[in-house]
C-alpha cells in the first residue's frame, strides 16, 4: 500500500469513529480528504454520502428538539418521521446510531406530550387515559412518570372503594378495585382490600347488620385472652399531599393469640380547638393478622385541605 492510500486508511477510520461519536460534519472532512488522497476509494465515496444522509437527519432531530420544548408536539412528530424516513431499507452500524437517535427522540417528544396533558388535565380518568401510553415507552422517565399515576390512581380506587365498604355497598366497593387493579394489577393495597370485600360481603349476606358486633361479642367470650388488647397502635402521622389532600396512614401491631381478620380503625378528625369535624373508618391492610404481625391503613382525604389532628376512637376486628 502506498503513502498515500495509507494516509487515505487513516483519515477513513479517524471518520468512522468520529461518525459513530455523532460527529457527522467533521467525519464528513475527513472522507472527503479521504477522497482526495485517493479516488480509488469507494468506501471513502460512500461513507461521505452517508455523512450527508446524518447530517440531514441530525438537523431533522435538533428541529424536533425545539418543537418538543416548545410543546409543538405534532411538528416535531412530523420531523421525526421524515427522518425516519430517510433510513428505509438501509443497514449498518451508523444506521442502527441514527435508528436508536430517533427512537430516543421519539420517545422523548411522547413524554413531553403526555406530560404537558397531564398538566392540562390531571383527573384521575385522564390518568387512566394516558398510563396504557406511557408504560408503551421504554424510557427511565417514562417508567417514573408510569408509577406516580399508578399510585394516584391506587390511593383513589383504595378510597373509593373503602367508603362504598363503610356503607355496604360491596359491588361498588368491588368495582373501584377492580377498575384499580385493571392499572395497577400487582398491588397488594388493592389485593387486600378486594380479599376484605369479598369476605365482608359473604358474612353480611348470612348474618344481620349487627354481625361485627355479635361476632366480636361471641369472640371475646371465647377468647378473654383478646377481648381488650388484640391489637396496639405502632403509629399514627397525617400530612398533606402534593394535592394538598389530608392523607391519615399508619400501623397496627396484633398482640392477639390467635390471628385476627377484617380489621378496621375509626379516628376522629379535631380541629385546633379540638373539636371533632369529621369521622373515619378504614381497614387494615393485609386482611389477617398473625401474632405479632403489623398491619398497615393509609386514607386519603379529598375533601379535607390542611393539617387536623387525628384521635383513635376504635379498633375493630374478628378472632379466627
Not at 28 to 33: G, I, K, L, T, V
Not at 290 to 295: A, F, I, L, Q, T
Amino acid at each position: 500500500m502506498d503513502h498515500q492510500s495509507t494516509k487515505a486508511e487513516e483519515k477513513l477510520e479517524k471518520g468512522e469513529k468520529l461518525a459513530l461519536e455523532g460527529k457527522y460534519e467533521s467525519a464528513a472532512n475527513y472522507f472527503e480528504d479521504a477522497v482526495e488522497l485517493t479516488f480509488k476509494f469507494p468506501a471513502a465515496h460512500q461513507n461521505k454520502q452517508y455523512m450527508d444522509l446524518a447530517i440531514q437527519i441530525d438537523s431533522l432531530l435538533q428541529d424536533a428538539k425545539y418543537y418538543i420544548a416548545n410543546e409543538q408536539f405534532p411538528e416535531a412528530l412530523k420531523k421525526i418521521e421524515k427522518a425516519e424516513s430517510k433510513l428505509n431499507n438501509m443497514d449498518g452500524e451508523l444506521i442502527q446510531k441514527l435508528i436508536e437517535d430517533i427512537v430516543t427522540i421519539r420517545n422523548k417528544a411522547k413524554v413531553a406530550q403526555i406530560k404537558a396533558n397531564i398538566n392540562q388535565d390531571s383527573s384521575i380518568s385522564n390518568l387512566k387515559s394516558v398510563l396504557w401510553q406511557i408504560e408503551s415507552i421504554q424510557n427511565e422517565k417514562a417508567q417514573d412518570m408510569a408509577t406516580t399515576i399508578q399510585e394516584q390512581i391506587i390511593s383513589h380506587a383504595f378510597s373509593n372503594a373503602n367508603e362504598a365498604l363503610k356503607q355496604n355497598q360491596f359491588s361498588i366497593a368491588r368495582s373501584y378495585v377492580d377498575e384499580g387493579l385493571r392499572y395497577a394489577p400487582e398491588s397488594q393495597k388493592l389485593q387486600s382490600l378486594k380479599t376484605t370485600i369479598e369476605k365482608e360481603k359473604a358474612a353480611f349476606e348470612t348474618a344481620q347488620q349487627n354481625r361485627i358486633e355479635q361476632a366480636m361479642i361471641a369472640a371475646e367470650e371465647e377468647h378473654k385472652k383478646n377481648k381488650n388488647d388484640a391489637v396496639e397502635i405502632v403509629k399514627i402521622e397525617n400530612t398533606l399531599n402534593k394535592q394538598n389532600n389530608l392523607v391519615v396512614r399508619g400501623k397496627i401491631n396484633s398482640v392477639a393469640t390467635v390471628p385476627i381478620t377484617s380489621v378496621s380503625l375509626s379516628y376522629n378528625l379535631l380541629n385546633k380547638n379540638g373539636m371533632v369535624v369529621g369521622t373515619n373508618e378504614v381497614f387494615i391492610y393485609p386482611d389477617t393478622l398473625y401474632p405479632d404481625e403489623v398491619g398497615q391503613f393509609e386514607f386519603t382525604h379529598y375533601d379535607v385541605h390542611k393539617a387536623l389532628k387525628v384521635k383513635i376512637n376504635k379498633v375493630k376486628w374478628f378472632l379466627n
